[in-house]
DNA sequence: GCCGTTTTCGGCCCGACTGTTTTCAGTCG
């Protein structure tokens, strides 16, 4: 059992709770137990041994003994009683959007529907409108939102959901009424994935535009126009929220629609503390109502006695009280990036040449790239002999010479086999001038096993860099199942870098396990791991997730000038101790 | 079910939109 699975669990017990109709106060504590479970940086398998689980913020004796019955046992009784009494499956109804707790317990009680192939066929057979409560509309607002469901269950990347509401911003950029207009949600916190896209707009005006926004020719359906908020599903399946306020009250919007939902809660709780009440609206003194800030969200924090803290970190992970003490993060930027240490060409797998890659590295204002293409064992990727580096080589010094303001580094994707060795000898890996070394198969391995190759890899003194840690692609691949603790310890003790693989679907480390690894004194690169040229721009994303992971740029060792990156690569390989 | 610089009991964040209602419940974020 691990801490997404007991998350999971935290989850659907709130759920379940939700269609009794429990309180919802203890309905909350089981979903930020869920929450905090979810992204805690630590195991809590060994929280729970050391009978510690009650430190953590938001559990306490009940949901403790729960969880340690489930982590010993792999059941919990509680849980086990409740879907007893209601059916697993009608948590599922409540994803369906228009269908909530309460008339999932409606149409299972009315109609005995359990999943949803129940109520699709309810909805066709019509049978949903005759409920009390229900109509016409309701039945349809189900349908729309049983097709919805299925055409987005995988959530957007990065990649795609930036770019999607830029061009939204663009296009309502610059109308007449258009104040200021960003994107608010988890977008803006730039979570890993998003499931719709928000977007907040200061207008006048705001029917001018909300008629504008609803008629963007990718329009299929608006689900909702307001005075204040428009939601719309385009062609392709994704909803965009449009949230409208009023100028003076962008600020306070602002901080209240970014989240995230924990966040907001725990802040909102500050507030009343200090006898003053958050709004969207804004900081209101209760004593006497008067709006305190609400323009701008400095100014709302300021009204709490809080610094500004940037989207990235509200998720109620230390944040708050970072910010009480002053000692919020100097959080990394795109700009403090020299160079792109994990990058292929058409040498192995890669589409660009290296001529093409330097000149878009060189484009983006960067001092250095290391190309790093797979090594001999790497087949199914092309990768490269001894030999054939030694030519890539000569190409390789070819362009230094005739480069005066940027360095090609002579590097290499090494591939960590199934007992933790890597494709060449010592006497050839100190011939490059950095080393990434990842693991690209076996990944059936059992977790003793994959950890000790892993941290094998770590030990080795001439690997500088662990790509891709965990090896998850979203969407598609699980983590694999390793004791990243254990990783994470050797890591720092001998100084090896843990790569933040920016490539959108994999994002790996995430930033949970950024905040863990920091917290041991690991050192970082960001990499893009581009195949194609116009990948390198990927950076941006894992600066993204960086942030997310409170990572400062003296942890992330690209954001170095050459001579600091050099000296650190040959620190690394004479301090550690012989293999 | 959690939690405590007023509390170990009695609180627990806030408002808009929709649809089915004639004053409000359910859903959503």
Redesign the pocket.
Known sequence: MDNLEAADVLREIAELLEIAGE?T??I???ER?AQVIRSLPRDINSLDRKGEL?EI????????AKLHEFLTTGEME?FEELKAKIPESLAEL?H?????????KLVYDELGIVGLDDLREAVSEKKL?SL???????EA?IAR?LELLERSRGRLLLNEAVPAAEIFIDYLKGEPGVGALEAA?SLRRRQETVG?I?LLCAADDPADVAERFCSHPEVERVT??????CSIVLHSGLQI?LRLVWPGEYGAALQY?TGS?AH??RV??IA?KRGL?????GVFDVSNGRRLAAATEAEVYGALGLPWIDPALREDRGELEAARIGALPGLIRLEDIKGDLHVHTVASDGQSTLREMVDFARSLGYAYIAVSDHALKLRVAGGLSEAEFEEQWREVDALNDELTDFRVLKAVELNIDNDGEVDFPADFLVRYDVTTASIHGGFGQDRARLTERMVRAVRHPHIDIIGHPTGRVLGRREPYDIDLTAVFEAAAESGTALELNAFPDRLDLNDGYLMEAKKVGCRFAVNTDAHHSGQLTYMRYGIDIARRGWLEPDNVINTFPLPRLKAWLTGLRTSRPPF
């Open positions: 309180s106060f203890r909350r504590a089981y137990a009650t913020p938001g559990i306490g004796k009940g949901i403790a509680y409540t369906v959007s228009g269908l909530g707790p309460k008339k999932a409108r009390p409560g229900m109509g016409a509309k309701t607002n939102g949600g719709d928000d909702a126009r307001g005075e204040k908020k929220d629609f939902k907001n809660i909102r709780e009343v009440k958050l709004s969207e609206y």
